[in-house]
């Protein structure tokens, strides 16, 4: 069974700070993996996909890269801004089933 | 291009009474997916539509949950009866049918369900 967890579970930065969040998961065989963000009361945005074939992919401020051999994927954020507070989540596909399993999310508040 | 549409937005019931969501996909959308969000937990998949037939209910509490999706567009979810355990955000998320490993679902703004 895949089980997917982000680490931390919450983080706190001054603006301006570049930041790291972590996902790990517990089997390789994955189609994609994908960093959504979601907004309090408001559903899921997708940041970023990368698929198994890749190594990272990069929009803007963001970069995720995604190791399949040991499980782990990374979001960077750089230069962090106030409205980037929100919820990151991640979550992997697996593979010939188009269904998402989900980490817990890490809570991120970027302070002015 | 019109998003995922929910609603209601918001709904508050006692235990043991019953609750309908509804959820409109994105036009041309075959996959259409309900997931429960518990707070402080990820979204776990309720289930799994490809145009009106079933993919995947493996999680679907089948005993008082029930899903359906006539014609394959738009899908309603309910709960009869409802448990406080119940309580959480109801996402409705919907993606093409193309088996590429570079689509993504889009969701809805979701449900938010409190059970007392």
């Known amino acids: 069974k895949q089980e997917v967890t982000q680490i931390p579970a919450a983080l706190s930065v001054p603006e301006g700070e570049n930041l790291v969040l972590n996902c790990s998961f517990t089997?390789?065989?994955?189609?994609?993996l994908q960093w959504f963000r979601q907004d309090p009361g408001k559903g899921l945005t997708s940041l970023l996909l990368?698929?198994?074939?890749?190594r990272e992919q990069t929009s803007g401020r963001l970069n995720a890269s995604l190791d399949k051999s040991s499980g782990r994927s990374t979001l960077y954020i750089a230069a962090s801004q106030p409205g980037d507070s929100a919820t990151y989540l991640c979550?992997?596909?697996?593979?010939?089933?188009?269904?998402?399993?989900f980490g817990t999310g890490t809570r991120l508040l970027v302070s002015p | 291009e019109a998003g995922v549409a929910q609603s209601p937005r918001y709904k508050i019931i006692e235990k043991r009474q019953s609750v309908a969501f509804w959820c409109n996909p994105i036009?041309?959308?075959?996959?259409l997916y309900w997931y429960q969000q518990i707070l402080g937990q990820g979204p776990k998949l309720l289930i799994q539509?490809?145009?009106?037939?079933?993919?995947?209910d493996s999680q679907l509490p089948k005993d008082r949950f029930s899903a359906e999706r006539l014609k394959g567009v738009d899908s309603t979810l309910k709960i009869q009866p409802a448990k406080l355990e119940d309580s959480a955000v109801y996402l409705c998320?919907?993606?093409?049918?193309?088996?590429?490993?570079?689509?993504?679902?889009?969701f809805g703004p979701g449900t938010r369900l409190l059970v007392l």
């Open positions: 998320a919907s993606s093409p049918w193309q088996a590429a490993p570079t689509e993504t679902q889009y």
């Open positions: 089997d390789s065989a994955i189609y994609n």
């Open positions: 990368i698929q198994s074939s890749q």
């Open positions: 979550a992997v596909e697996l593979r010939g089933f188009q269904k998402l399993v």
């Open positions: 036009s041309g959308h075959a996959t």
């Open positions: 539509f490809q145009n009106n037939g079933v993919v995947d």
